[in-house]
C-alpha cells in the first residue's frame, strides 16, 4: 500500500502483541486511532521496526537539445538533463533515447531554428513507453528507440551524430531502488546534407565512437553515416561501407557477454 506513504517522510512498521483472543478484540475494536491510543487499552505491546525512508521516482527532470536542429553526420548534438527532484539526487544514474515522431506529426523549423510540431498537442500522440516487458508492443526498442546515452551518472551526452529524421528525445533517471522517471523534449529535427557527406567525415563519425567501447554509440554512428549520400566516387562509398561493417562487428563483440 505505497499509495498511502508520502514520499521523502521516514516512518516504521509496527509489531502489537497481545495474549488473548479478547485483547486482540478489543484491538481490532481501536483501530482507526494513534498508537498512543490503542496502547492505553492496556492490551497490547509494541516493538518498531528500524526506520526506513519512503522512496520516490525521480520527478521534475527536463532534457535539453542543443542545437535543437542540424545536418546527418556533420552536426555534433548534446543533450543535457537537469532538475530531478530525489531523495538522494547524488545517486541517480541517466540514460538517453531517441525516437522517430510518430505519424501525423510533423517538424518544421522556425526563423530562429527552434523546433516548430504541427500539433501544439504533440504530447498526447507520442505512445506510451514500455520501458521493462520484452514482449509488449510498447517495448522502447520495439518502437524504433535507439538509446544514445548509455546508464551513468553523467547528465550529459555531447558531440553525439544523428541520422536524419524527426525526432523526440526521452531522458530517463533511475534511482538506487531503481524507481525511475523520464523527461521528453521534441527534437532534433536532423536533415540530410545537400552535397552528401565526405568518406572522411563519415568515417570520423564512425571511429570517433570506438574510444568509448560503447556498442549503442557505435550503432548510432553507423546509422547516421547510413542515412546520407557518400559525395565521390564508388570507391569513395565502398570504402565507407568497409568501415561501416567493421564497426558492426566491433559492436556486435561488445554487447557479446564475456
Sequence with gaps: QGELLSRSSQYHYALLMVNSSQAMQTLKASQGTDLDAML???????????????DGPPISGTIIAQPPSGFAVTTKFSFFTEAWVDEDETSLVYAVYRFTVPSGLTLSLADDGEVIPSNSSWKSMLPEIDWHNYSSPNYWYALGGVLLKSWSASKSLQGTALAAGSYYVVARAVDLLRAGGSATILGPLVQVPAAGISASDATWAIQSTFAA??????????????SVDIAGDASAALEVSDMALDALSMAIDIGEPS
Excluded: E, M, W
Design 40 to 54: 492505553s487499552t492496556g492490551h497490547a505491546n509494541l516493538q518498531l521496526s528500524v526506520p526506513f525512508l519512503a
Design 213 to 226: 567501447n560503447d556498442a549503442n554509440s557505435i550503432l548510432n554512428a553507423v546509422d547516421s553515416v547510413n
